[in-house]
């Protein structure tokens, strides 16, 4: 079965450079997550898009961005890079499904782009 | 508040002995409940939700909204189990998930 795609799988740029991570969900899949994970750390939920829209926002920084395109991949733009910013990227994707008890949603997980910041 | 709490960032125990990982969560409402293993080199993937109440790979977890915990069980360990193992919490519907620490489980021959 089709799995959450994301590119680059590593990247390495130096400080002050831009960077670009790219995410394409699983096939219908309508919402697409940013999640950041620190070394050690557990991952921290950046941004998240439905139908193309912004649906919610975590604790990212003003020097990055992102952006859902029409074929629902994603774009997270990141500027000015620090040292800080190195880690994993993981982008997840998910399509709520009724059930039962309530609306539900599980969020199906890419392999994480490793961002390294020299 | 939400916060998840994974008080063991290590776990060890032997092939064959009962494994238990806690998980505490603050939440002002219903949260929906996961556990989130990752095995070597592999990505994150869903072992648990709590709605469904279901044993995944002889692993279960019963939420305790008294006590506020989501501990993941397993009666006798295998070699396999060894992994990364995320609690997270969402609110209702499409949100984001908040993520525990981790536990890191190895399982001993």
């Known amino acids: 079965a089709a799995g959450v795609i994301q590119s680059p799988r590593h990247l390495i740029k130096e400080k002050r450079e831009t960077a670009t991570l790219k995410c394409y969900p699983i096939?219908?899949?309508?919402?697409v997550y940013w999640y950041q994970q620190g070394p050690g750390q557990d991952p921290q939920f950046l941004i998240s898009f439905y139908e193309k829209m912004q649906s919610d926002k975590g604790s990212i920084p003003d020097r990055f961005s992102a952006q859902q395109f029409s074929d629902y991949h994603s774009e997270l733009n990141m500027s000015s890079l620090e040292l800080g910013d190195s880690a994993l990227y993981f982008c997840?994707?998910?399509?709520?499904?009724?059930?039962?008890?309530?609306?539900?949603?599980?969020?199906?997980f890419g392999p994480g782009t490793r961002l390294t910041v020299l | 508040a939400q916060r998840v709490t994974q008080p063991e960032k290590l776990l060890s125990v032997f092939k064959g002995a009962p494994v238990e990982l806690k998980c505490n969560y603050s939440?002002?409402?219903?949260?929906?409940l996961f556990w989130y293993v990752q095995y070597s080199r592999q990505r994150l993937q869903l072992l648990l939700r709590h709605i469904s109440r279901e044993s995944i790979k002889g692993f279960t977890a019963d939420l305790n909204k008294g006590e506020t915990s989501f501990h993941l069980k397993k009666p006798f360990a295998q070699e396999e189990d060894s992994a990364m193992y995320y609690c997270a919490l969402s609110g209702p519907g499409a949100q984001k998930l908040v993520f525990g620490q981790g536990t890191r489980l190895t399982i001993n021959p």
């Open positions: 096939p219908r899949h309508d919402t």
């Open positions: 997840a994707s998910s399509r709520l499904v009724g059930l039962a008890g309530g609306p539900y949603n599980e969020q199906f």
């Open positions: 939440y002002s409402g219903s949260p929906e």
